[in-house]
């Protein structure tokens, strides 16, 4: 569709249309005292071609980084190119909502296989397709424990990635339930103060693993701190690739697994889309928000596809909507289906190569007196103890080298820390070559 702009004749023709006199006439509801009368600091309007020039000088500005140890998050895996090929047909690039199962089967055979992966991978039951991002995805996950058994309380330890915790305390503020936050030990959740915790109001106890800080919970220990009761054990998954090594959490005792599944195939695209996702036990299925592809057959009994549990606040059932969020990352989702599609079983043997990699820099940095800050397991990120962390990143920067981030932006007690991150996209001379700069 072209562009064509509105011309001061076709403004007042349709402020006419609509029985008022001016734009302003549109927002006479909103008080006086607090409408903004106008925005400082923007430049005033320049020509595309003036535009383009503004931006070639900022492009001039980018730091060049040659190796990157940055995780915290979001993961810099391989990408097959068949995976661009897939996801970028018309057929797929193009196609939004699939909501006429007559013309949407293959967007629909597509989710339901994604659905079903990431099930097997998570160890649970179902899985919904699909969620913005991980954190929302985690907020969700909240609210849907809290439909279930009515409690809302969430205990969250405080190694879930303060991105995502940020994101439950909105929904926590504008959902009227309450967020009660556990403390770690040496870079794991405090089983024991978890315990302490605990009241007749708690409804969740949210666990993330690995955590942010590199280190694998034990999520059995927690699962078992919840039996007997209707608490919730909800596990966040923030590096989907160690699901490929590590036990799954549905193996574990967990009742809701969230989280992100940016790592299988989907790029780091400056933050996002990303693919969030929720996989659950079967019980919660009429309260899962999100969709639920299913399988079934046509009148000709051949096999078919159909969303199915459509309680979504725009389908025929919406004053029973689980949620507001109202569309879903299929492309995302897709991609990450066509690359464990591929990838098959080898995605153990990349998961094994992400934490072997991993501990060869541990090692080294070990080797070089820069030790972890803490002697949990971890998969393929880890804490390291720098004494100035602030000259160390710079001067690895002034290498070309994304050191990772400084841990105490987000724990201020974490004052000489870098959190560090390897996978299968870092070579062993990149890893020698960090650990020659920071060494210095």
Request: hydrophobic share 40%; proline share 3%; glycine share 6%.
């Amino acid at each position: 569709m072209s562009y064509i702009s509105l011309t001061d004749e076709d403004r007042k023709k349709m402020l006419s249309e609509i029985g008022v006199s001016s734009i302003d006439d549109l927002f006479r509801d909103i008080p006086e005292q607090i409408r903004i009368s106008g925005i400082s600091g923007i430049p005033a309007a320049v020509s595309e071609m003036e535009a383009s020039r503004i931006i070639e000088e900022l492009e001039g500005k980018n730091c060049i980084f040659h190796e990157s140890f940055l995780g915290a998050g979001a993961y810099r895996h391989y990408i097959p190119a068949v995976v661009d090929e897939i996801s970028s047909r018309s057929e797929f690039y193009t196609a939004y909502t699939p909501y006429q199962p007559e013309v949407s089967q293959g967007t629909l055979a597509a989710i339901f296989e994604f659905q079903t992966m990431m099930s097997r991978l998570t160890g649970m039951d179902l899985t919904n397709a699909s969620m913005y991002d991980g954190a929302t995805a985690l907020a969700e996950s909240a609210l849907l424990s809290i439909r279930s058994n009515g409690l809302n309380e969430i205990l969250v330890s405080s190694a879930v990635n303060p991105a995502y915790r940020e994101v439950l305390e909105t929904y926590a503020w504008s959902g009227g339930f309450k967020l009660v936050t556990a403390d770690t030990e040496n870079g794991v959740t405090d089983a024991a103060a978890v315990k302490k915790l605990i009241n007749e109001n708690t409804g969740a106890i949210v666990i993330q693993s690995p955590n942010f800080f590199g280190s694998i919970e034990d999520i059995e220990e927690f699962s078992a701190i919840t039996k007997e009761s209707k608490i919730n054990l909800i596990t966040v998954i923030t590096e989907a690739m160690s699901l490929g090594m590590i036990k799954s959490p549905g193996e574990c005792g967990a009742h809701i697994v969230c989280g992100e599944a940016q790592s299988f195939g989907n790029y780091l695209n400056y933050g996002g889309p990303f693919a969030g996702f929720i996989s659950a036990r079967s019980s919660f299925a009429r309260k899962m928000p999100g969709r639920l592809a299913g399988k079934t057959k046509d009148i000709d009994g051949e096999m078919a596809f159909a969303l199915t549990l459509q309680t979504r606040e725009q389908h025929i059932r919406r004053e029973k909507a689980t949620s507001n969020i109202c569309t879903n990352q299929g492309l995302v989702a897709l991609r990450s289906a066509v690359y464990l599609s591929l990838v098959g079983n080898r995605l153990r043997d990349i998961a094994l190569l992400n934490h072997n990699l991993a501990c060869y820099m541990a090692d080294k940095l070990e080797e070089n007196n820069i030790p972890r800050v803490y002697d949990a397991p971890f998969f393929n990120e880890f804490l390291i103890k720098v004494p100035d962390a602030d000259a160390a990143f710079k001067k690895l920067k002034d290498h070309g080298i994304i050191a990772g981030i400084k841990a105490n932006d987000y724990y201020p007690e974490l004052e000489e820390s870098l959190l560090v991150c390897v996978t299968e996209m870092t070579s062993i001379e990149s890893i020698d070559r960090f650990i020659s700069v920071i060494s210095e």
